[in-house]
């Protein structure tokens, strides 16, 4: 089993065309093993959230390599790219992207059915998850009955229940308090030591940084500086 799971190498994004055309990734070097726990931190318009989205398949890019545990994921079709990230990532939207008309658990258990699992199955799994993250009396209500922090822990839940081995979040803790921000870290952390999976957050909340393993900053479309975090 490679022990890299993400390997960025002068990743170039822009957006536009000729005179509009604007370069928001400037060779972005970037590697991420399994059971490691990444922050991508620096200030808005950074960078942070299109390189993960090139992580995550989302985006192509325009020149350099990104592999994903071995697969660069821009020779793919769009269909062998939804098969693999299904199977292989867990993504964390800013906005949550829950499906109003389903419940909770429903939601959660979207991965599962889509890689084959029973529905019954798939919503036994979806509970115990909910319950891990201390929504266990929340898996027959809807999305729009929660607040946005337990919307925000519905869709993290949703993101790990496949088991995928690279979990990539944006800013996971945003509508959390700190208690809930804890909780929802605390189980990230357990998944990526116990699971030896991999995770990506981008934030702007300092109170979690104690949960990375280093601490990556990235300003202006590059990487501008990478801490090692041996407290947590």
Known sequence: MDDIAVKCEKIHKSFGEGALRFEVLHGVNLEVKRGELLMLVGPSGSG???????????????????TIFGHNLNTLSDAEKTIFRGKNLGYVFQAFNLIPMLSNAE??????????VERHEALRQAKERLEQFGLGDKTTTYPKE??????????????????????????????LDHENGTLVLKHLREIVTKENRALIVVTHDSRIFEFADRIVHMEDGVITETKENHNH
Do not use: F, M
């Not at 299109?50 to 192509?60: F, K, N, P, R």
């Not at 939601?107 to 084959?116: E, H, T």
């Open 146 to 175: 929660l607040s946005g922090g337990q919307q925000q822990r519905v869709a993290i839940a949703r993101a790990v229940i496949h088991n995928p081995d690279l979990i990539v979040c944006d800013e996971p803790t945003s509508a």
């Open 48 to 66: 942070k959230t299109t390189l993960i989205s090139i992580i995550a398949g989302i985006l192509g890019y325009d020149a350099g390599e990104c």
């Open 107 to 116: 939601n959660v258990s979207i991965p599962l059915l889509l890689n084959g």
